[in-house]
């Protein structure tokens, strides 16, 4: 008799920690790998919101923003937590940190009030204090005193057990330079130095996904190295871009029509990065014009 496949559990992401660590651009990294975010969610409603999410289907990934705004009921959390793992939820307590005199600093670079009111000083050391059993009991604790955005990714993908460059939205388009180069672009190759199939009769009316017209370029040496190289190049880059905090890349590719050439490789390209592990969207913007 065959076993069924018990699904993944949900899994509930808690992101909590000092104000002016970074709270809001964790929850934002989390957006950008794709879980459902909450933020400042009542510590009165945790219990009905958990209940909706087993519920339905589509939230199987969601973090939760949740910090001393509540007060002392944020005190609770750690006791609700331990009481909810036991409905199906995978939970983990994610917790932001940083020294006093670094948050004593950000408070006073922008200007906002700190949320227990005061002298900045004094209610970061009394948001330590009532902190302190929330932080005692997280599951990972960043100091995030001298991250950038991409070195906070960079831990959070750790801490997801993800691999940064496969989480990273890669789209690989092709285009006619005589119709201008994708606004959106953020690398761009010129392939108009390979052999035109555009000239060679019988190719003329068929495009870069057709075989005859791989097979062409493909007979020509300076293709089969640029496209070796290309790749490698490609590649190579990938975990930089996503060190730099980028969540999105569009790599265009272009001809002189953007028929032909560029379709041809642009497709190439997709295919590598797609047997690579890597999820890409792959687009032909002036194939029919």
Not at 33 to 39: K, L, P
Not at 118 to 147: F, M, N, S, W, Y
Not at 156 to 183: A, H
């Amino acid at each position: 008799m065959r076993r069924k496949h018990s699904p993944d559990p949900k899994r509930l992401f808690v992101i909590t920690g000092m104000s002016g660590a970074g709270k809001s651009q964790a929850l934002k990294v989390f957006e950008d790998f794709g879980w459902f975010c909450v933020d400042n969610l009542p510590i009165a409603l945790l219990d009905q919101f958990v209940r909706l999410t087993l519920k339905t289907p589509r939230m199987t990934r969601v973090a939760l923003g949740m910090d001393v705004r509540e007060g002392r009921l944020l005190s609770s959390l750690p006791l609700q937590l331990k009481e909810m793992k036991s409905r199906g939820l995978r939970i983990s307590v994610l917790f932001l940190d940083a020294p006093d005199e670094a948050l004593v600093r950000r408070f006073s670079e922008t200007r906002h009030r700190h949320p227990l009111g005061g002298k900045v000083g004094d209610a970061v050391r009394q948001e330590r204090r009532l902190l302190a059993p929330i932080k005692g009991a997280a599951d990972k604790v960043i100091d995030t005193a001298h991250l950038s955005l991409g070195e906070l990714k960079e831990k959070i993908s750790e801490t997801l057990g993800l691999t940064r460059t496969r989480e990273m939205t890669l789209q690989v388009t092709s285009f006619g330079y005589k119709n201008g180069i994708p606004i959106d672009a953020d690398i761009v190759m010129d392939v108009r130095f390979l052999p035109n199939p555009h000239y060679v009769p019988g190719l003329r009316r068929l495009t870069g996904l057709d075989g005859k017209v791989r097979r062409y370029l493909l007979a020509q040496p300076i293709a089969r190295r640029f496209l070796d190289d290309w790749i490698k190049l490609v590649t190579a880059l990938l975990p930089h871009y996503v060190r730099e905090g980028k969540s999105y890349l569009t790599i265009a590719v272009g001809c002189t029509g953007g028929r032909h050439r560029s379709v041809f490789c642009t497709r190439w390209l997709a295919q590598h990065l797609r047997s690579a592990g890597h999820p890409v969207q792959e687009f032909h913007r002036d194939i029919s014009a």
